[in-house]
């Protein structure tokens, strides 16, 4: 079986008050036909915004939640000490969402929600709608969370950055949180490599 370890979150009826608690994430599924079973999961991980990897045999489950960073890349340790940056074009970054959900006052029927960025729709004069489904979601308030998980992603996470390191890079997992400090692009020097120890209080780096 899956278990959901979920905390809770305030339950906000029509006119905005808080009316309740209820959990952060449930999943209420009714599976009717067959269907390949790494998908089915990759579909039940998203439920608590998670994702899922194949490592070592096994299928391993990794959420979207803050963390500490567990290492720092820089050019002393990335190949060739080069970093390759890509961001995702403003024409194409969502700033609303049509979420659909499982409402159990339409008899578990699908129906749409709609979560947007007001601001940005105003600021950039440009509606960008992305679809999603909120699988096992039978609360509008869990469908609305995940809307915004959407739609915080989309606005915020809009870069991505590239490089090739060595063996120091294997223990890193998906989902991991590192550090990124490029020289280059920042103008300034927090990492390096002891290239050799010289005496007891001198050491080599391996750059100036």
Do not use: H
């Amino acid at each position: 079986g899956i278990i959901f370890k979920a905390t809770s979150n305030f339950l906000i009826d029509k006119v905005g008050k808080v009316a309740g608690l209820e959990p952060r994430f449930r999943a209420n599924i009714f599976l009717t036909k067959s269907t390949d079973v790494y998908k089915v999961l990759k579909d039940m991980a998203s439920v608590f915004t998670g994702m899922l990897y194949w490592l070592d045999g096994k299928i391993t489950p990794v959420q979207d939640v803050p963390g500490d960073p567990v290492y720092t890349f820089s050019k002393a340790n990335v190949i060739d000490g080069v970093f390759n940056y890509e961001s995702t074009g403003r024409k194409t970054r969502a700033n609303q969402v049509v979420v659909t959900w499982n409402d159990p006052k339409a008899n578990y029927e699908p129906v749409p929600l709609i979560v947007e960025d007001q601001e940005d729709i105003v600021k950039s004069k440009r509606l960008v709608t992305e679809n999603a489904v909120a699988m096992g979601a039978t609360s509008e308030g869990q469908a609305k969370r995940y809307g915004r998980w959407k739609l915080w992603t989309a606005q915020n996470q809009k870069e991505v950055v590239s490089f090739k390191t060595g063996l120091q890079g294997g223990f890193i997992r998906p989902g991991d949180v590192i550090n990124v400090q490029d020289r280059d692009r920042y103008g300034v020097d927090y990492s390096g490599l002891i290239k050799e120890t010289q005496s007891s209080t001198e050491i080599l780096l391996d750059r100036e």
